[in-house]
């Protein structure tokens, strides 16, 4: 496919992962192997909304050490955003945002294009690639899947949540220790919240830290479970009486019977016009003291669950840079329109490889835990999710360090000259 040439741009959006840098990192040593079609390599900064701003930096302007050391930095090392192109609420700004991507694509002769990122990035690059071909300009967009939320469809699982429920996993181990030492005979519970807004993928993935049915978690409230209280009441009460604590993690999406998110703040909205999440852990302790005489405590990960490198899951790091990869030779090979997928192949040795799924097969669908993956009473994944599961956290990263600890890695981002006048909004 040599005789198409052009320049490469690659970009991340929506919320980072401990692995996201690592697929960036397999776009651009791939793209490397192909000089004949690929002529230089772009980053996109803060994603589509820096490439509106046509905020450019060169690639090839990076040291091949940095470069390497993207696999084992967190965060987005391009930046990201979460801007949306949105044709149904704001038509006019959506085509004049469509518009002007393409004056920056045509003004750099940008002929690859990669976004990494989840459902509205997919639907993003899925937008491009179907103006790209009503206007006959020549470029081919490949999606490289990215989600702690692991809520992409038709992909196994999706690059950066093996390493975010490893962490969590390691951090209820950690905490459960603690609660389980300073337990009295009154008896205490705590609440750990995750991430996950409508999926429980992240809270779910804590079961692996029970080696023993009597070990934390106890309790695992999902999103696609509507919250019972009295039911849930009367587990916590169970647990405690008899070994004394009860460690409960919460999706941060959970939803009560109504399907009412227990802890949106429907006083503030995020980028996409959603309640902010800011308290399913403390709704929940507040309903165990006002029921119980139990005592409670509540700890958020937040942040530090998707940005924990340190715990991060080798086999995670080693699928997100495979599909960087894939994308690039997707794209070599004359495909667009499509997002890479993550193929199981077998469960035990653990087997897998990369595919390819049409981005409007991707593009804005929810991929929620099975209802059969589930206990009957709906408090801890089963044995169908841990088989699921387990295999996604397997290998130990080994970060380079310097003065005791992590070193990671942060890019020059030497800028590409702007060739076209300021956007206007």
Sequence with gaps: MSEFTGNLLVAQSGGPTA????????????????????????????????????????????LSVSIEGLKHTPAAALGTCRYKIDFKKNTDQAAKDINRLFEVFEAHNIRYFFYAGGNDSQDTAHKLHEQALARG????????????????PHTDHCPGYGSVIKYNATTVMEIAADVRSMATDGGSCCIIEVMGRSAGWIAAGTVLAKRNPEDAPHII???????????FISKVEATVSEIRYCIVVVGEGLKDSAGNEIGADNTRLDAFGHPVLSGAAERIGEIISSKSKTKTRTVKLGYAQRAAAHCASETDVEEAVACGQAAVRAAIEGKSGYMVKIVRLEHEPYKWT???????????????????????DGFLPNERFIEYARPLISGQLQLPMEGGLPKFVTLKKSPVEKKLPPRVL
């Design 19 to 62: 692995v996201i840098n690592a697929s960036v990192a397999g776009v651009i040593e791939e793209a490397g192997k192909h000089p004949d079609a690929i002529t230089e390599i772009y980053g996109g900064l803060n994603g589509i909304l820096g490439i509106l701003n046509e905020d450019l930096i060169d690639i090839q302007d990076e």
């Design 137 to 152: 300009y020549a470029l081919r967009v490949i999606g490289v899947p990215k989600t702690i939320d692991n809520d992409l």
């Design 221 to 231: 409230l999902l999103p696609e479970i509507p919250f019972d209280e009295k039911a």
């Design 354 to 376: 990369t595919g390819l799924q049409d981005l409007k097969d991707i593009a804005n669908v929810e991929h929620l835990i099975p209802r059969d993956w589930i206990s009957a």
